[in-house]
T-cell receptor, first 110, second 115 residues
Framework: GENVEQHPSTLSVQEGDSAVIKCTYS??????FPWYKQELGKRPQLIID?????GEKKDQRIAVTLNKTAKHFSLHITETQPEDSAVYFC?????????FGKGTKLSVIP | DTGVSQDPRHKITKRGQNVTFRCDPI?????LYWYRQTLGQGPEFLTY????????KSRLLSDRFSAERPKGSFSTLEIQRTEQGDSAMYLC?????????????FGPGTRLTVL
């Protein structure tokens, strides 16, 4: 089955700096890669996603890149703000089920 | 609120008891998923329904677990003879068949504590 590795597990940045979270996947059949943000005690919320026929996608301060050959994808957050502090999960999917990474706890220091 | 809803939000039970959770998906979504999330981990897939048909079950879903979606709308997840290792957040998600992407929307979860 699919295996998703996510790094780093924790990340601290100063407000205004950029944050990058990286994930690798194992199943070449995976073709959909969402990122979820989960605040403490709340549901995971989809923040951006990308399909395998696209190399990069951007939505305001958030961007995701995908390298299908190397089987890795990354989340980039620019101009970080304190409200970006949360746990971020990457996931990969080939059909219906999502396989998640273990998460990255992002702390944005004011 | 038109999002995915789950009930109850919290459940505390004693080992050996049975528990049942309910999930109401977004109304037009015919796909429904159950995941389990333990502290410090990402959600893990348990099972998937398309309408009323249960199409996939993870190996994580032991014989003590059963899920139903009798009319293709809400779903229930039952755990029999609970064990302390069952303590986790149980998340439900739903998606629409018309989506190009498998965009899944999550509910708030049911936090189970087995004493």
């Amino acid at each position: 089955g699919e295996n998703v590795e996510q790094h780093p597990s924790t990340l601290s940045v100063q407000e205004g700096d950029s944050a990058v979270i990286k994930c690798t996947y194992s199943d070449s059949a995976s073709n959909y890669f969402p990122w979820y943000k989960q605040e403490l005690g709340k549901r995971p919320q989809l923040i951006i996603d990308i399909r395998s026929n696209v190399g990069e996608k951007k939505d305001q301060r958030i961007a995701v890149t995908l390298n299908k050959t190397a089987k890795h994808f990354s989340l980039h957050i620019t101009e970080t703000q304190p409200e970006d502090s949360a746990v971020y999960f990457c996931a990969a999917s080939g059909s219906y089920q999502l396989t998640f990474g273990k998460g990255t706890k992002l702390s944005v220091i004011p | 609120d038109t999002g995915v809803s789950q009930d109850p939000r919290h459940k505390i039970t004693k080992r050996g008891q049975n528990v049942t959770f309910r999930c109401d998906p977004i109304s037009e979504h015919n796909r429904l998923y159950w995941y389990r999330q333990t502290l410090g981990q990402g959600p893990e897939f348990l099972t998937y329904f398309q309408n009323e048909a249960q199409l996939e079950k993870s190996r994580l879903l032991s014989d003590r677990f059963s899920a139903e979606r009798p009319k293709g709308s809400f779903s229930t997840l039952e755990i029999q003879r609970t064990e302390q290792g069952d303590s986790a957040m149980y998340l439900c998600a739903s998606s629409s068949p018309g989506q190009v992407r498998n965009e899944q929307f999550f509910g708030p979860g049911t936090r189970l504590t087995v004493l």
